[in-house]
């Protein structure tokens, strides 16, 4: 997997000697020697991740690093920090700014790459996750970015997998002030708890004693349930080799015992922020799936959704139309409203509009949640019934027709309520398509119109 990396420092040796190590993994390469370059390169979408010297003239990395976390154009760039700096305090000072790792001079090239690549699939999920909320906010959907940024990372729930309670309890010390934090040394039960429970984030010992942490961090990545979830490793210093062989495995960071605390809670914060930036995404991603098959008005599933759904209902299960022998009965009616113009002309479309909204609901309230309820378009309505026939079909049919026409819409326009029928067809289906069972039904509606409104009238015959 490869990546643009921009490589920000000062010193031009520095500068080669990072681009000569990247460009022989085939990293497409940038560079900047100060940080208003860097800021100008990334504003421009010009790279994927940041390499960015900490002790810069002008502005340092450090002011670098938070005026790019602080925009939400910037905001999902990963940044590592590069410093001759190696004590808690100067990683705390990068963490604080927003910084996603760390690496010291003189730089290790087999924990350069494994950083880079480890960022670089982190990189391309965002870019898509942004790619889809990025298309819903041009419809009109709202801006996802800045509340995707509004989280401090605190207040997250944590599992932390360590069956060593003295080694557990200075993470638990660190931590629990900000965070809720579940010790549990049952490998078991972490994998089965950890998708219900609405975990942010797995803190794992990576030297279990009767078992390989490393293991269970890649079934922590190949379950659907835990696989967006982040993983922070707690390894011991002379562990490099496991240390390197996790990142690459899909390990999102790691700490190294004996765990400075504040280093813990920051790397702890990053995560968790990032997490919920991206699960902010995915939120977005499904509200414009949701709105894309909803009826603005009345909430219903609109006619995309119902083509889409009845489709499926009649191929699925035996590679054509449905039919008794490979999945039940299924009937569907159309129904509208009747004399809806008129209810228009004399009180107004925004009455016209409640009295619509106030149907949704009724029939909502009497039909099954299998079935299915659409609207069409105008004032016509459909439902699609699985594993019901013409009997079942009528019933469900009369009792809508009964419950509208038995009690008026109050829709606030001048006290009384608004007196509403509805007539509604109804065909099964005996193995034709779709729009052949819709025509069936619309041809059976007609009827009920044709034979004064307000009842319901059944297609037997086949399109």
Do not use: W
């Not at 069972?437 to 041809?443: I, Q």
């Amino acid at each position: 997997m490869t990546a643009r990396v921009l490589v920000v420092d000062d010193l031009l040796p520095n500068l080669k000697l990072l681009e000569a190590r990247l460009s022989a993994e085939y990293f497409e390469v940038l560079t900047a020697t100060n940080g208003a370059d860097a800021l100008k390169i990334c504003a421009n979408g010009d790279c994927d991740i940041v390499l960015l010297d900490v002790m810069m003239p002008g502005i340092d990395g450090l002011e670098v690093c938070r005026r790019l976390k602080g925009d939400k154009a910037t905001a999902h760039i990963p940044i590592v920090m590069v410093t001759a700096l190696d004590q808690p305090s100067d990683r705390m000072r990068g963490l604080d700014a927003g910084a996603d790792d760390f690496l010291s001079k003189p730089i290790d090239e087999i924990a350069l790459l494994a950083r880079v690549h480890s960022l670089s699939r982190l990189r391309l999920i965002l870019d898509e996750l942004r790619s889809r909320a990025l298309r819903s906010a041009r419809l009109g959907i709202g801006d996802p970015f800045t509340s995707a940024m509004a989280g401090n990372g605190t207040g997250g729930r944590i599992m932390l997998v360590e069956d060593s309670p003295s080694s557990a309890e200075p993470i638990e010390n660190a931590l629990r002030k900000h965070h809720y934090i579940k010790l549990e040394r049952d490998r078991g039960k972490a994998l089965d708890l950890g998708a219900p429970c609405n975990y942010d984030l797995f803190i794992v010992s990576l030297d279990l004693a009767d078992y390989d942490g490393l293991r269970f961090c890649t079934r922590l990545r190949s379950r659907e349930g835990t696989r967006q979830i982040p993983v922070l490793a707690i390894a011991n210093p002379e562990d490099r080799r496991q240390i390197l062989r996790s990142l690459d495995l899909g390990v999102n960071d790691y700490v190294l015992r004996p765990v400075d605390r504040n280093e813990l809670a920051a790397r702890v914060r990053t995560q968790i922020r990032r997490k919920r930036y991206a699960d902010c995404l995915r939120d977005n991603v499904e509200t414009t799936i949701e709105m894309a098959a909803a009826d603005p008005l009345t909430g219903l599933k609109n006619r995309r959704c119902l083509e889409t759904h009845l489709g499926a209902l009649l191929d699925r299960r035996c590679g054509g139309p449905l039919s008794a022998r490979c999945g039940g009965p299924l009937s569907a009616m159309i129904l509208d409203l009747d004399g809806f113009k008129a209810i228009n002309d004399r009180h107004g479309h925004a009455a016209g509009d409640r009295v619509l909204t106030c149907f949704a609901a009724r029939a909502k309230e009497i039909i099954r949640e299998t079935d299915l309820l659409c609207r069409l378009g105008g004032d016509e309505f459909v439902i699609v019934m699985p594993g019901t026939g013409l009997r079942g079909g009528l019933e469900i049919a009369e009792r809508i027709r009964a419950a509208i026409a038995s009690d008026g819409f109050a829709v606030e326009t001048d006290g009384h309520p608004i007196a509403v029928t509805v007539s509604a067809g109804l065909a099964e289906s005996v193995g034709d398509s779709s729009a052949a069972l819709l025509r069936r039904a619309d041809r059976a509606l007609y009827r009920s119109k044709q034979a004064g409104r307000n009842r319901v009238s059944v297609d037997h015959a086949r399109d």
